[in-house]
């Protein structure tokens, strides 16, 4: 079998296609979600500490040799991380919706088994004496 044949195979099987699928959707997801903080979030929360734009925060470190300034940019990091902190909260709620839309099997209780021949030969020959 040639590199190409095993390649193909490798390639459509249903796993990979899948996750090249989650792998496009995930991206996309991570730009709606970046949007949404530097937008939306980021917004409120600087004017709620004073009307600071977070992702222009930073420390002057000195100038380079062309005499730059070099930045920390510690504003983009902060924003790194709720982006980060936004995207694993909507990850933990998708998971426990789909999680709660996946019901166990419910067990169907099997009907009782019926006594052993003797012992409903038994309790025929009890309850014909009773009736004697």
Known sequence: MGIATEFKEF??????????IGVIIGGAFGKIVSSLVADVVMPPIG????GVNFSDLAMALG???????????YGVFLQAV????????????????????K????????PPAAPPRQEVLLEEIRDALRQR
């Open 11 to 20: 390639a459509m099987k249903g796993n990979v296609v899948d996750m090249a």
């Open 47 to 50: 004017m709620l500490v004073g």
């Open 63 to 73: 100038a380079d040799p062309k005499g730059q300034p070099v930045l920390l940019k």
């Open 82 to 101: 709720f982006d980060f902190a936004i995207i694993a909260l909507v990850l933990f709620l998708a998971l426990r919706a789909i999680n709660s839309l």
């Open 103 to 110: 019901k166990p099997p419910v067990a169907v209780a099997a």
